[in-house]
C-alpha cells in the first residue's frame, strides 16, 4: 500500500491558510500569537469589535510583551492605538484562560495534553488552536442552533 506524502508545512502555506480563514463567512478576527509569552504575533479583522480596548487603569493588568520582528498582519489595517490595545488585551486573556485550562489537562492526566479549545457565546464563538510555535485564536460568529 502506497503511503499518503504529507504535505510540508512552509511560511507561503500558513499565509494562505490564514488568508483563506479570513476569508471564511462569520470570521471576525483571528490573532497569532507567541506560544512562548503570548505576544500578539499578528492578527486579522476588527479585534475591538470582538472586545474594545479598555483604558489601562481600569484593568490593573500589565500588558502582554510586544511582538519581536513584523507588527500586525497587512491584511487589515490594524495600526490603530485601539486595535493594538484590544488584541494586546485579548491576547492576554486568551493566554490566561489557555493556562488555566493547560492546567485543568495536566491535574486529570500528566500524560495528556491540549489540543483545541473551543468557547461558545450568546454573540460568537473562540476557537484556541495550540501549535508548537504559535497559538492560533479564531473569533467567528455563533451558528444559529
Do not use: C
Request: aromatic letters at 4%; a negative charge.
Amino acid at each position: 500500500m502506497a503511503e499518503k506524502a504529507v504535505p510540508s508545512i512552509t511560511p507561503e502555506s500558513i499565509e494562505e491558510a490564514l488568508h483563506r480563514l479570513s476569508k471564511k463567512p462569520g470570521v471576525k478576527a483571528w490573532l497569532m500569537l507567541d506560544r512562548n509569552d503570548g505576544a500578539v504575533l499578528r492578527t486579522n479583522g476588527q479585534v475591538s469589535t470582538v472586545r474594545p480596548a479598555r483604558s489601562p487603569s481600569s484593568n490593573g493588568k500589565t500588558s502582554l510583551p510586544s511582538p519581536t520582528g513584523g507588527s500586525f498582519s497587512t491584511d487589515v489595517n490594524a495600526n490603530t492605538n485601539n486595535e493594538a490595545q484590544a488584541a494586546q488585551e485579548l491576547a492576554g486573556m486568551v493566554w490566561s484562560f489557555l493556562g488555566m485550562a493547560g492546567s485543568l489537562v495536566g491535574e486529570i492526566d500528566d500524560e495528556d495534553e491540549l489540543k483545541l479549545l473551543r468557547l461558545r457565546t450568546k454573540k460568537q464563538e473562540i476557537v484556541i488552536v495550540p501549535e508548537v510555535k504559535y497559538l492560533l485564536v479564531v473569533v467567528h460568529d455563533t451558528p444559529p442552533v
